[in-house]
Nanobody, 125 residues
Framework: VQLQASGGGLAQPGGYLRLSCAAS????????MGWFRQAPGKEREFVAA????????YYGDSVKGRFTISRDNAKNTVYLQMNSLKPEDTAVYFC???????????????????WGQGTQVTVSS
């Protein structure tokens, strides 16, 4: 599967953005999906994950209550709604797919098999 992330840009503190990740292939609906981010000089950080059918979600502590992950399997797309943005949310955001949909949602980058190219999010006044 190929993943294409989009929707990044510049937002003010307290503002919002919605990221999208479009997937190719017919197997998208059988994969768990995740969002990660990486700021300059830092390790890639788990943001959120959603189960193959969308029933379960999982969030990193730093975004809980502000970000929402969702998916539309008919459109082969997963979304990340980001509200109440903070300067520390500035990073390149990546979407990723986990082929093993029989296990619980994962926060480890090593659990994900496919990665998109990333989209830059900058939060600044």
């Amino acid at each position: 599967v190929q993943l294409q992330a989009s929707g990044g840009g510049l937002a003010q503190p307290g503002g919002y953005l919605r990221l999208s990740c479009a997937a190719s292939g017919r197997t998208f609906s059988s994969y768990h999906m995740g969002w990660f981010r990486q700021a300059p000089g830092k390790e890639r950080e788990f943001v959120a994950a959603i189960s193959w059918g969308g029933a379960s979600t999982y969030y990193g502590d730093s975004v809980k209550g502000r970000f929402t992950i969702s998916r539309d399997n008919a459109k082969n797309t997963v979304y990340l709604q980001m509200n109440s943005l903070k300067p520390e949310d500035t990073a390149v955001y990546f979407c990723a797919a986990d082929r093993d949909s029989n296990r619980r949602l994962q926060s480890d980058t090593n659990a994900y098999d496919y990665w998109g190219q990333g989209t830059q999010v900058t939060v600044s006044s």
